[in-house]
């Protein structure tokens, strides 16, 4: 019997260039230039039209001593790819480091032209102006690039430099210059020596610098001062600083979604809802958009932020800024090149308006947390605006909605050779705790896991093995947010070395895409909650892994394909993720079966598998060739 459509095999020629794309990048930090072009040259062979393998020829030629060479090369390069952000800002860097300051301006405003999103490109671009003379056009430049990258150390460094060398009298570059050290003693972290006394000289010389300026303070500096003061928690300065900016004239936008962080942390819930909304009214767009797009794309979203959900926790590598929030859920890290995507905050959506049935083509519903879109109350918005647009969408809201965990435990338990885990829902009463305790060990054996339904922390879920361990699981819950916590059946999926291990797998549009093994020492581990741990396949199973990427039925067995079919006919979504592994007795143990899963998280380990670009790029193409179809045009345009 056919297990149903699965992915076709990965292309072994694909995977033989990412293997030698890799060696290459391993050639380049080891300083074995020669050795770059003679792997560059070798990829170029066999796939002429790579602009990767380019770059990094160019490059390694330009060490070389071989400048010429290296821009001939770039320049032939752009002939097959005109429309490559990537060669143009490589060439003009080539050009800048070869004397050649206005030719790179040239070259670097024609990549700006294609991605204003990159901040290299910015730096690049600065670094040509300041070479030329131009100081001015290059502090706009380096702060451009701060304003995307808030922890870009060399443009902190660089831009201080051109204040120095500027018309800095009047002092505008101290600010820049607390930054810059701020920046760098975040990008040490905490172990780095006098960590602690450097923050507290640079806190004080961020106050005192703030309190003689504050008649010429830049906006821009002092945005990029709280995004830093925030990351290294020091929340009350943070707000003071965010607040002063948002008052001056010039105003980044990123200032409302930098305050609503700030004002989270300090448990200021109106003013941080305030912060949000008005950045989500003034500011409903925020994505890369294609070159040369075919297809627009309507992406609904939620402003996923802590002033909405009130359980905020601070993360260290925290970006702001509307592109972040708009880029999550299931096409996270997907920069489109048949189509163009239009991020929009459904929060603020009027589903009347005409103008959205005539500028877009599909639309993809990409609020893909049940628990969110039903407390939300987001099915009528998205509902209206299909009906009233007549376009297609992708993932409808109300199959979304059917993929809370208890629902999911209602319908995928009944099918052969599924286990979804027993959950049930509870109110948090700390009154009544051992009441509340009673009614959850009627239910369910240990061990347990406690998680709540709409969860922001690191660890979603608290195993518990005994009653002590229940209760103190329990309490770590806000019992005043009104949020019921799940509690769940636990079960264990272990591999033969001993270790847990989980699948990844995804259907888009009825096709089985094999994702991810992981492998990790706690049940909890994945790319995000350990990285460490869930990004370490071991030689032993990297075979495993690629057998499981190309041939499931060899890895699982047949029988568990066809259920994971059924999993898929059941939720009947175009797009599901489902995280997974097997019992002592060979069925299938799903953990996760929602929209929401981001197969795409594999592209970040590809340097110690570089298979998983292939496997990356194969699941890209079937989420597009989706949108495709959905979008009744017969071809995509690329």
Request: glycine share 6%; proline share 4%.
């Amino acid at each position: 019997m056919s297990p149903g459509p699965i992915a076709a095999p990965l292309d072994e020629q694909a995977i033989v260039l990412a293997e030698m794309h890799v060696k290459a990048q391993t050639a380049m930090s080891e300083g074995d230039f020669n050795g770059v072009v003679e792997i560059c040259r070798e990829v170029l062979k066999l796939a002429q039209d790579e602009t990767a393998p380019q770059n990094m020829l160019a490059v390694a030629l330009h060490r070389l001593g071989r400048t010429e060479e290296g821009l001939e090369t770039l320049q032939a390069s752009l002939d097959l790819n005109p429309n490559s952000p990537d060669l143009y800002a490589n060439l003009g860097e080539l050009q800048r480091q070869a004397g050649k300051g206005s030719q790179a301006i040239d070259t670097l405003r024609r990549a700006l032209s294609l991605d204003q999103h990159y901040p290299l490109i910015h730096f690049n671009l600065a670094m040509a102006y300041f070479d030329t003379g131009a100081i001015a056009d290059a502090e706009r430049c380096f702060r451009s690039a701060l304003e995307l990258d808030h922890m870009f150390v060399p443009a902190h460094r660089e831009l201080c430099r051109a204040l120095r060398e500027g018309s800095a009298a009047d002092g505008r570059g101290q600010l820049e210059f607390i930054c810059q050290r701020l920046a760098g003693l975040l990008y040490l972290g905490k172990n780095s020596s006098d960590y602690g006394f450097n923050l507290r000289t640079n806190l004080q010389d961020a106050r005192r610098a703030i309190g003689f300026g504050r008649s010429n303070l830049n906006p821009n500096c002092l945005l990029v001062l709280g995004k830093l003061l925030l990351d290294l928690k020091q929340t009350g300065l943070a707000i003071e600083v965010l607040e002063m900016g948002r008052d001056l004239s010039g105003a980044h936008p990123d200032y409302n979604v930098a305050l609503s962080m700030g004002y989270a942390s300090d448990k200021q819930w109106k003013k941080a809802y305030a912060a949000t909304s008005k950045f989500n009214r003034e500011n409903p767009i925020g994505s890369r958009n294609s070159v040369v797009p075919g297809i627009n794309v309507l992406v609904l979203e939620a402003l996923y932020n802590p002033a909405f959900e009130n359980n905020y926790r601070a993360n260290a590598q925290t970006r702001f800024g509307s592109g972040i929030y708009a880029r999550s859920g299931t096409i996270a890290d997907m920069t489109p090149s048949r189509m163009s995507f239009h991020h929009m905050y459904v929060d603020e959506i009027d589903p009347g308006e005409q103008k959205l049935k005539n500028e877009y083509d599909v639309i993809f519903n990409n609020i893909n947390f049940a628990e969110i879109n039903l407390r939300r109350k987001y099915t009528k918005i998205v509902n209206d605006l299909q009906e009233n647009t007549s376009l297609e969408i992708i993932n409808e809201q109300e199959l979304i909605n059917r993929t809370t965990r208890l629902k999911n435990y209602e319908v995928l338990n009944q099918i052969e050779r599924i286990i979804f885990p027993k959950t049930s829902l509870y109110e948090v009463n700390f009154i009544n705790l051992d009441q509340l305790m009673d009614s959850i060990l009627s239910e369910f054996d240990f061990p347990v896991l406690v998680g709540k339904t709409v969860n922001k922390l690191r660890v979603a879920f608290f195993k518990a093995d005994n009653v002590d361990q229940l209760r103190d699981a329990i309490k770590r819950y806000d019992c005043y947010s009104n949020i019921p916590i799940y509690v769940i059946q636990f079960h264990e999926s272990r591999h033969p070395c001993g270790q847990f291990l989980r699948y990844r797998a995804m259907f888009i549009d009825g096709v089985l895409y094999p994702g991810r093994m992981y492998l990790s020492q706690s049940w909890r581990a994945t790319s995000v909650t350990d990285p460490a741990q869930a990004a370490i396949v071991d030689a032993d199973n990297q075979d495993q892994e690629r057998l499981w990427l190309n041939h499931p039925e060899e890895v699982i067995g047949l029988e568990n394909v066809e259920a994971l079919h059924r999993v898929n006919e059941v939720l009947g979504l175009d797009i599901i993720g489902i995280d997974f592994g097997l019992s002592e007795d060979g069925e299938i143990i799903i953990f996760e079966a929602n929209p929401g899963l981001n197969l795409l998280t594999m592209l970040r380990h590809v340097e110690s598998a570089p298979y998983l670009a292939v496997a990356g790029k194969r699941i890209i193409s079937g989420i597009e060739n989706l949108i495709v179809r959905k979008s009744n045009l017969a071809v995509a345009v690329r």
